[in-house]
Structures are given as structure tokens and as C-alpha cells.
């Protein structure tokens, strides 16, 4: 029986993870999932981990019912930083290809990111109705993604994880793929395979595999870089396709609805 073990969001792109036992999914995929993302404050181009390992060290928490955020790093006083409205202090921002105004969250935010990544940075947030078109080659006309780099929601199969331990040599951290949803119970890769899901009572399409890059190579729990590129430098022997390394599949919501862990997953097609 295919299960859904654990569930994720990111509420600040390339932070830590957030663990959930439930969540609600909302029109761009779990609800309060990076809808926040931190610039360079020179020019708006999106920052993550890839550049900046330290990112990882940032745990970000809503409050209020989705009306604030709350910010921790180690050294660093919390800080509380409230919504802005949608059409506040719009700010340019790039994040790959995608050129967006969204509003700036502040001053604050912008001094504390700062002062822990050691460069000028804002922190901008992502209403629903400014959300980005998902690549058409994939999507219809109509469904969208948050600050996400393409796609709502991304899953990956337990089984999948423990494959590739197996190949490293060591046990590794599901947390380093940055997953919404987890499934326990299925063959390693399994899910290559699939076209559409449900769990509870969403339905989900399966778009498109996930191409891995180097973030996958940092510790989570450290933000240290692994010096044998692992578990990048194994995937890419055997999990290679036009010199891409696949793991994971994005996933595509037909409509709203709750996830909590413990749901069985049933593949439809």
C-alpha cells in the first residue's frame, strides 16, 4: 500500500524545511509554500542555496494566519515581518526566465537577511493573483506556481531515496531534494511511471521529472558542501538523461483540498 510519509513547505524559497503532519492545498499548491523569496537588492535576481549555503540555516514560520512571518538564524534576534499588501512597494524581481513586479517586505527584513547572508538583500513576497504561469509545454493556460523554480509541488518515493543511500554508501537525507510530498511503500523509481494520482481527495498529475543540481550536494543541517559532489556525482551514473540526473517528479494539482500524512496514494494511471 502506497502512503504518504511526510509532508513539507518552504515558506521563504531555499530555507529550511518546514515539517507538517496536515496541510491545505490552495490555488498555487501547499498553502504558504515560498511565498517569500530573498533578492539581490542591486538588481532583484533570485538567491537560494546554490549560492548562498547559509540560506539552509534560516527557518521561516507563519503566524497570525498567514499575516506574518517569523524569521530565525542562529546569532540572530527573531523577527517578525507582517504581509505586505499585494500592490505595496512593488519591486522587480528575476527568478530564471520570469520577470516579475512583487511587493517588497520592508527595510527590516531587508537589514536582518543582511546582516546573516553578508550582502544586500530584500525579502519579497508573492501574492496570489501576481503567481507566474507554469511552463505551457507542461500546464494549461491558467495554472500557476509560486517562487518554486518551475512547478507547484515536487514528490519523491521513499523507496526512490533508499536506492540511492544503497549507490552512495551511506544513508542520506530526503531533506537535501527538498520534497512537498514523500511516498512510502513503492519501488524505487516507481514513480517515473506515473501519470496521475490521488491522495485524499485531490487529484494530481505527474508533469515532468526533476532535474537535480548542486544544491543537492549540501549538508542540510550544516549547509556544508559534500567534497565527492554526492549524492549528485552517483545520480548522474544512473540516473543520467541528456546529461541531466532525474530524481523526483513535479507534480501538477487538479484542484483544492487537505493533505495530512498517513493518506494512501493511489496511482490512476
Not at 542562529?74 to 505586505?84: A, K, R
Not at 549507490?167 to 501519470?195: H, I, Q, S, Y
Amino acid at each position: 500500500m502506497l502512503t504518504l510519509s511526510e509532508l513539507y513547505r518552504y515558506p521563504v524559497k531555499s530555507t529550511a524545511n518546514e515539517p507538517l503532519q496536515s496541510i491545505r492545498l490552495d490555488a498555487l499548491g501547499l498553502e504558504g509554500d515560498r511565498r517569500w523569496m530573498v533578492v539581490e537588492a542591486a538588481n532583484g535576481r533570485f538567491l537560494t542555496q546554490r549560492l548562498l549555503p547559509q540560506m539552509g540555516r534560516i527557518e521561516a514560520r507563519w503566524e497570525d494566519g498567514f499575516g506574518a512571518l517569523r524569521l530565525s538564524a542562529p546569532g540572530m534576534d527573531d523577527l517578525v515581518v507582517e504581509v505586505p499588501g499585494r500592490d505595496d512597494n512593488l519591486r522587480g524581481v528575476i527568478i530564471w526566465r520570469d520577470m516579475l513586479q512583487v511587493p517588497d517586505a520592508g527595510d527590516a527584513a531587508a537589514q536582518w537577511l543582511s546582516t546573516f547572508l553578508a550582502r544586500p538583500v530584500r525579502l519579497v513576497q508573492m501574492p496570489e493573483q501576481r503567481a507566474r504561469q507554469v511552463d505551457t509545454a507542461y500546464a494549461q493556460p491558467g495554472e500557476h506556481v509560486h517562487f518554486a523554480d518551475g512547478f507547484p509541488l515536487l514528490l519523491i518515493g521513499q523507496g526512490s531515496l533508499d536506492d540511492l543511500s544503497a549507490k552512495v554508501g551511506r544513508p542520506l537525507e530526503m531533506l537535501r531534494f527538498r520534497p512537498n510530498l514523500v511516498v512510502a511503500g513503492a519501488e524505487p523509481f516507481a514513480e517515473d511511471g506515473w501519470k496521475r494520482i490521488r491522495i485524499g481527495d485531490v487529484i494530481f498529475k505527474v508533469a515532468k521529472p526533476c532535474s537535480r543540481c548542486i544544491l543537492t550536494t549540501i549538508d542540510p543541517r550544516t549547509g556544508e558542501r559534500d567534497p565527492g559532489r554526492e549524492p549528485l556525482a552517483t545520480l548522474l551514473q544512473y540516473r543520467n538523461v541528456d546529461g541531466e540526473a532525474l530524481f523526483g517528479q513535479n507534480l501538477l494539482p487538479e484542484g483544492v483540498g487537505e493533505l495530512r500524512v498517513g493518506m494512501p496514494v493511489e496511482v490512476l494511471e
